[in-house]
């Protein structure tokens, strides 16, 4: 089975300075790996994916992530924080090659806050 | 039409009544999935359909829910004999293909709360 562990439920960071929300998954093959955003009252939006080739994907509003097979993680980056970029962010996989489908599987979410 | 769009965005149920929630799909999207999300969780899925075929619905959590997506478009999922336990967030969302590596788009949501 599937599955994506967030675990941070919070992170403050001050404008300016890099971000980094973490995550790791499972899956029993390669997985493709996905992240969203949610601002309150708004649907997930899209950010990143990550399928196959380069390890650091780009997205957008500058976010990045990095896929990093060996330790099963998959973290978003970002190199300076804005205080729009306060919201919540969802990890999420999709296994292909286990008959998981297209479902995506994701984690908790990690509540960002920018400060001034 | 420019995104996912559901309604209504907020419904509140007497426990005991039924209730159907509509989800317009991104137009030409092949693939739309459903989701619940609990208040601080992440979404959970529900169910997939390819057009008009339901090909997953293993995320169902009881025969109370009903999903359809007759003409292969717009997409209703019934809940009948709403309970406590139903008050979340359902969540649509599509995508343009059916290949596992195409993003979804998601709708903002409808708000269900039962009372």
């Known amino acids: 089975a599937q599955s994506v562990a967030q675990p941070e439920d919070q992170v403050n960071v001050a404008e300016g300075n890099p971000l980094t929300v973490k995550c790791t998954y499972s899956?029993?093959?390669?997985?493709?790996l996905f992240w969203y955003v949610q601002y309150p009252n708004r649907g997930l939006q899209f950010l990143l994916k990550y399928i196959t080739g380069d390890n650091l994907v780009k997205g957008s509003y500058g976010f990045e992530a990095e896929f990093n097979k060996s330790q099963t993680s998959f973290h978003l980056k970002k190199p300076s924080a804005l205080v729009s970029d306060s919201a919540l962010y969802f990890c999420?996989?999709?296994?292909?090659?286990?008959?998981?489908?297209?479902?995506?599987?994701f984690g908790t979410g990690t509540q960002l806050k920018v400060e001034l | 039409g420019a995104g996912v769009s559901q309604s209504p965005r907020y419904k509140v149920a007497k426990r005991g009544q039924d209730v159907a929630l509509r989800c317009d799909p991104i137009s030409g999207h092949v693939s739309l999935f459903w989701y619940q999300q609990a208040l601080g969780q992440g979404p959970e899925f529900l169910t997939y359909f390819q057009n008009e075929a339901q090909l997953d619905k293993s995320g169902l959590p009881s025969d109370r829910f009903f999903a359809e997506r007759p003409e292969g478009s717009v997409s209703t999922l019934k809940i009948q004999r709403t309970q406590q336990e139903d008050s979340a967030v359902y969540l649509c969302a599509s995508s343009l293909e059916q290949t596992q590596n195409t993003e979804a788009f998601f709708g903002q949501g409808t708000r269900l709360t039962v009372v």
């Open positions: 999420a996989v999709r296994d292909p090659y286990t008959g998981g489908g297209n479902k995506l599987t």
């Open positions: 899956v029993s093959g390669n997985p493709y």
